[in-house]
């Protein structure tokens, strides 16, 4: 019935997300989870937060349902910040979505992103609105991003951070060059794209001023040429191709549909990008 559909549904977004846990190692050297006030979940109903240039007003995050973004779902590999939070990553988060509706067909943006009237036959739509495409359509927008976690503050919200786009992030590497801090994140998904966040300033100096680095920057897609050189080509509204003579209306319209934007500039498509490494002495990527 209704009632129990919904009772696996909750049951299933209570186990998705990410643990914020303490370890200890003990006297004969194996490790185990410890009691500490920091520990925490982040599910799939965890009241979320957007920042940079993509927030709630835009029209294609606006939902009835959800008015306010809630949870993280398949989240893959993650990222730790020089300033020490985490940086979770969505990665398949097309599957949970699906609808009953014979009359639902998927516009260009969704079936970039692999939207599917079955999705990945977890039936969640059926007993949860907020997973029909037919109902709740935006609230697809509300995933593909990376999501910073403080796990000394377990009372902070966990805070999308929309400047590093909207795919399946596999990944989110973080490292420093003079200063700044870089992010670098696969799109998991066989003919998708290799990209990195530079933050417009040093990442201390933005803190200083009580802003957040990872808001405050330029995203990039990889561009691998046959001659064993390439380049990161911006994925900057108002550049290239990303104008607004081209439909694209906005920084936000341009990190909603991100993979939109990186076939327009030209990105090599790769096979399933994945793991980024950082070489702990050299710094090579």
Known sequence: N?????EKVAKALAGHGVSVIAIHRNRSGSWEVVADPRN??????????????????HPLMQSTITPQPRGTLNNCAHGVTPWGTYLACEENWNGYFGTAEAGWTATALEQRYGITRAGFGYNWHVAEPRFDLNVNRNELNHFGWVVEI??????????????????????ATCTERNGRVVVYSGDDENGDYLY?????????RLRAQGRSPL??????????????????????HGQGPLTTANNWVDQADVLIRTRLAADAVGATKLHRPEWVAVHPKSADV
Request: no cysteine; charged share 25%.
């Open 215 to 236: 808001d405050h920057g330029t995203l990039y897609v990889a561009r691998f040429d046959a001659d064993g050189t390439g380049a990161w080509l911006p994925l900057v």
């Open 2 to 6: 209704d009632a129990a559909g919904r």
């Open 40 to 57: 925490r979940r982040v599910t799939g109903t965890t009241p979320m937060a957007f920042s940079g240039p993509v927030t709630m007003s």
């Open 196 to 204: 990195k966040f530079v933050s417009s300033a040093p990442w201390r």
């Open 150 to 171: 403080d796990p000394a503050k377990p009372e902070s919200t966990p805070v999308k951070r929309s400047a590093l786009g909207r795919i399946k992030h596999e990944g």
